[in-house]
């Protein structure tokens, strides 16, 4: 059974300057906020007649608090910035917005995380030479494993769209690899590394699937599709485990049922280039006419 999918994102209907004008008011007034309490939180510890080490230290925790509190804020609102690709199927206008964004906040804590969205959105748009660049400039600059992640999925997207079953087969195994370290958090929060964990395995099984479809091990590649589909929580999640059923189905020798999958695809894919490709696959297929008796 497929996980709950996520609603739209909150720029879902908006143009992408007007998304990228609601994510940098809300960001300024995040810190502007954030700003006012540390000042508000020093000027009473000042103001008090006897300052003591106890009120310093209760000064540090409260200032800690609302850093935390304004980097957790900035998180959700990149995290809307980059559902409008994984929750309303437009890359396009994810990239415009990323680019803004990106623009404004400059800074090395910051690459890595705008140059991974550069290549998420690229390769959903079928831009995979662009993609395969802004992956391999993420892989240089010492990535987190939730960065290693997105790097193996969108190398492997790619890989399996040029059908380069060798690179694939590599990037399984790094998969495969990255999914056995997780297993160890050394030190770092044990449900995030549960979730990056589970997110390798993923990308096991895309691999396999795209790996048993190129073999003819048909039964097999659906089973991965299956696997697949129980972690879909998003739109976009739900159009590219569509896409493989698809490909699987047309390769059975059930065009009907490959075609309810492409026509799914083509209604729901936004901007994503599989859009494109199912809609030409249903050019190329059309629905039989049925003649009356």
């Known amino acids: 059974m497929a996980a709950q999918q996520t609603e739209h994102s909150p720029y879902d209907c908006s143009t992408a ?51 935390v509190a304004v980097a957790w804020c900035a998180n959700r609102l990149w995290a809307d910035v980059v559902g409008i690709a994984a929750r309303d199927c437009d890359p396009q206008k994810c990239l415009e917005v990323v680019d803004r964004v990106t623009k404004m906040r400059r800074g090395r804590g910051f690459a890595n995380t705008s140059d991974l969205a550069y290549a998420a959105c690229s390769q959903l748009l079928g831009y995979d030479d662009i993609a395969l660049a802004w992956a391999e400039k993420a892989s240089e600059n010492a990535p987190r494993p939730a960065h290693w992640v997105q790097i193996i999925g969108v190398r492997l997207d790619v890989a399996i769209r040029a059908r380069d079953w060798r690179r694939v087969q590599q990037l399984r195994d790094q998969a495969l ?51 697949l589909e129980a972690g879909v929580d998003t739109p976009l999640a739900e159009m590219e485990n569509a896409m493989r059923r698809a490909k699987v189905l047309e390769l059975v020798g059930m065009p009907q049922l490959a075609r309810g999958q492409y026509e799914l695809v083509a209604a729901g894919a936004g901007t994503c280039a599989m859009r494109a490709e199912a809609q030409r696959w249903l050019d190329a297929h059309p629905r039989p006419e049925v003649t009356q008796a």
Do not use: C, M
Request: aromatic share 8%.
């Open 177 to 227: 690899q990255l999914a056995h370290d997780l297993e160890d958090p050394h030190g770092t929060d044990r449900l995030v590394s549960a979730q990056l964990q589970d997110l390798a395995r993923d990308l096991v099984s895309q691999a396999n699937e795209g790996l048993y479809r190129a073999n003819g091990n048909w039964s097999a590649a659906l089973e991965e599709v299956g696997r």
């Open 17 to 67: 300057e007007e998304a990228f004008d609601d994510w940098r008011r809300k960001t300024l007034w995040a810190h502007v906020l954030g700003g006012a309490g540390i000042v508000v939180a020093t000027w009473v510890y000042l103001a008090q007649t006897r300052q003591t080490f106890a009120g310093f230290l209760l000064l540090l925790v409260v200032t800690a608090g609302i850093a």
